[in-house]
Structure formats: structure tokens, C-alpha cells
């Protein structure tokens, strides 16, 4: 059983790590470079703290949650996504103190000013993205329940520079290549323009990346939520 010191010198020690990582997610978004082609959005280095990168490269959820081709839509394989979800956060501390960055009203805050957004009403989605060769992504807008993106790559290869998010115009041509480089960011607000995917392109290795969303209270697949539904 853990002692009364213990349990506080526990909690001193998650409040730290909490307190650091915020600080470092302010860093990122005060630091992040703002681009109009072809849509609004902010391209941000070093995201995540550090130890919540090697927690999410080192999770080896199920077989089954790595695939090649999906048909161009991640929906058709619901069953066997990651999210960051409580038991996850419950499971690894390094993974419920990047969720509390995110969601807590400082990283809140700090994300609405740089986005000039609001984020009242929405909850916290984490999705561990796991895609290999065959991969594809159709456009597609994030508009609807998602009220902000922000795609951080997490992949160690190579080649994974390349493996960045299209950025596209309304016909689905990419203009823009977001950054593949580890732990970047690309963050936007969804909107009727915000067209992005994956062509189809070789995946030596395993495409990994966190996908962070905030969405409202329409968002119906709460168990996919890290800190439940939206208020």
C-alpha cells in the first residue's frame, strides 16, 4: 500500500510533469509558423514532451490495428483504431499527462489564442495512427464534429519525412506537403477548405502519428474520447 508521503510525493511529481509539458506546448504553438496555401494553418515543432513519444512508439497495440490500404477512409476499419482513452491514460502516466496538456484549460487557452478558435463544448480525441505500405488517404475537410486538427508524425524511418500530410485544393491536387519530420505538427481548423489526405505513395516502415482532435457534443463514438463526452 502506498504510503501518505508516497501518494504525495506522486502527486508533486505528476503536477511537474504536467506543469512542464504545458509549458512546452506553449513553446510550440508561440513558436509555430502560419501559412495560407492552401488553407489556414500552423506548422509546430517539438509538441510533445518527450517521454510521451516514447510511450507512443513504443505501444504495439494489436495486429490488427496496423493496415495498408483501408479504401482511402480510416472509418472503414472502426474496430481496431487506438485512441488514448482513459484506460490508456490509467495504464501509462506518460500518456494521461500529455492528454491533461491538451486538455486542460492553459493548453486550451493557448491553443485558441494562436487559432483564434473556440474550444468550449469540445472534447479530446487521441488517435494512435499506425500505416504502412498500400496506405491512402481520400480528401477530405475534418469539417463537422471535428473542430480542431492537429496531426503530429511520430514515424522513425528514414524516409518518413515524406510521409507528411497532403495538403490539397478542392479538386484533391496536394500543393503542400506538411512536415513528416518527428514530433512537428500541423494544426488547422476545419473548415469547407481544408482538404487534406495521403497519395498513395511507398511506406518503407511503419507510418506512425498521433491525431489529435477537439470535437463537440454531435461526436457519437465517445469511447474513442480521452476524458469522455463533451459538456
Do not use: Y
Amino acid at each position: 500500500m502506498m504510503t501518505h508521503s508516497l501518494r504525495t510525493s506522486a502527486l508533486a511529481s505528476d503536477t511537474t510533469a504536467c506543469e512542464t509539458a504545458i509549458a512546452g506546448l506553449r513553446t510550440a504553438l508561440e513558436t509555430a509558423r502560419c501559412s495560407t496555401t492552401p488553407f489556414r494553418h500552423w506548422t509546430l515543432a517539438d509538441v510533445l514532451p518527450g517521454d510521451a513519444c516514447d510511450a507512443l512508439v513504443a505501444w504495439e497495440p494489436e495486429e490488427d490495428a496496423v493496415a495498408g490500404d483501408t479504401g482511402g477512409r480510416r472509418e472503414t476499419r472502426n474496430g481496431s483504431r487506438v485512441f488514448v482513452e482513459p484506460n490508456a491514460r490509467a495504464r501509462d502516466e506518460r500518456l494521461d499527462v500529455m492528454a491533461r496538456m491538451f486538455d486542460c484549460p492553459e493548453g486550451r487557452a493557448a491553443i485558441e489564442a494562436l487559432c483564434d478558435t473556440n474550444l468550449d463544448h469540445t472534447a479530446l480525441r487521441l488517435e494512435l495512427s499506425l500505416d504502412t505500405d498500400g496506405f491512402w488517404l481520400e480528401p477530405h475537410t475534418d469539417i463537422g464534429a471535428k473542430k480542431l486538427t492537429l496531426l503530429i508524425p511520430l514515424s522513425i524511418h528514414e524516409e518518413a519525412e515524406d510521409w507528411g500530410t497532403d495538403l490539397m485544393n478542392a479538386e484533391g491536387e496536394t500543393v503542400v506537403r506538411s512536415n513528416g519530420r518527428f514530433n512537428a505538427g500541423t494544426l488547422f481548423v476545419p473548415g469547407d477548405n481544408t482538404w487534406h489526405g495521403f497519395q498513395k505513395r511507398p511506406i518503407h516502415g511503419l507510418r506512425r502519428g498521433l491525431i489529435v482532435n477537439f470535437v463537440d457534443s454531435s461526436w457519437r463514438a465517445t469511447h474513442e474520447l480521452a476524458f469522455g463526452p463533451a459538456n
